[in-house]
């Protein structure tokens, strides 16, 4: 049972707009959500979280927003560069424990 | 720099013959983990250690074995490597605590025939 699903597996966006990820889990019982980038033939790294008190949180281009009531996280960038084609995946952290639980992952491609 | 190390990168291996893949961190991190990454289901976690021989199942434990005996080193071992656990592992490692930021090895391609 798939605990945090995103459902785009791909996204394209042209450089300089907006790219938005979004990502749907259905426990509550989560206190941490993560973004991590992958490029391929690298390990994931983190990108920005937010914990469950919070409902957005801001780094530069990148912008994580939290709607705790409908299960929903999701992740803008913007302006989007070309640089910032990967593969994202959407992580929560269940209360109490350390692992991560992915979600599927989306792929993104900026196109210049 | 910081870094958790994975050797090897890649391995083509047949069925039933024994194999380690290896995971070292230089940041002094108590919490360890190994995740793999199959195509439409992310990365799941197989085990994690919480500190020196300190070790417990994660969500897909089965065919996989790990020790803990040094706190910068995490081995995964297969046993007997079946054609299922063909896949991309990555080792991972953080502090103690939710708020600490998990660090992920580069990976490691693994094929069994």
């Known amino acids: 049972d798939q605990q945090v699903k995103q459902n785009s597996p791909s996204l394209s966006v042209q450089e300089g707009r907006i790219s938005i990820l979004n990502c749907d889990y259905t426990?509550?019982?989560?206190?941490?959500f993560l973004w991590y980038k992958k490029y391929p033939a690298e390990g994931p790294t983190f990108l920005i979280s937010?914990?469950?008190?919070?409902d957005k949180n801001e780094d530069g281009r990148f912008t994580v927003f939290l709607n705790k009531s409908a299960k929903h996280l999701s992740l803008h960038i913007v302006p989007s560069q070309p640089g910032d084609s990967a593969v994202y995946f959407c992580a929560v952290r269940p209360q109490g424990a350390q692992k991560l639980v992915f979600g599927q992952g989306t792929r993104l491609t900026i196109n210049p | 720099e910081a870094q958790v190390t994975q050797n090897p990168r890649y391995l083509i291996t047949v069925t039933g013959k024994k194999l380690t893949v290896t995971c070292s961190q230089n940041?002094?991190?108590?919490?360890m983990s190994w995740y793999r990454q199959d195509p439409g289901l992310g990365l799941r976690q197989i085990y994690y250690s919480m500190n020196v021989e300190v070790t417990d199942k994660g969500d897909v434990p089965e065919g996989y074995k790990v020790s803990r005996k040094e706190k910068r080193n995490f081995p995964l071992i297969l046993e007997s490597p079946s054609p299922n656990q063909t896949s991309l592992y990555f080792c991972?490692?953080?502090?103690?605590?939710?708020?600490?930021?998990?660090?992920f090895g580069e990976g490691s391609w693994l094929t069994v025939v």
């Open positions: 940041m002094n991190h108590e919490y």
């Open positions: 426990n509550s019982m989560f206190d941490y």
């Open positions: 991972a490692s953080s502090g103690q605590g939710p708020g600490n930021t998990i660090y």
């Open positions: 937010i914990s469950s008190i919070k």
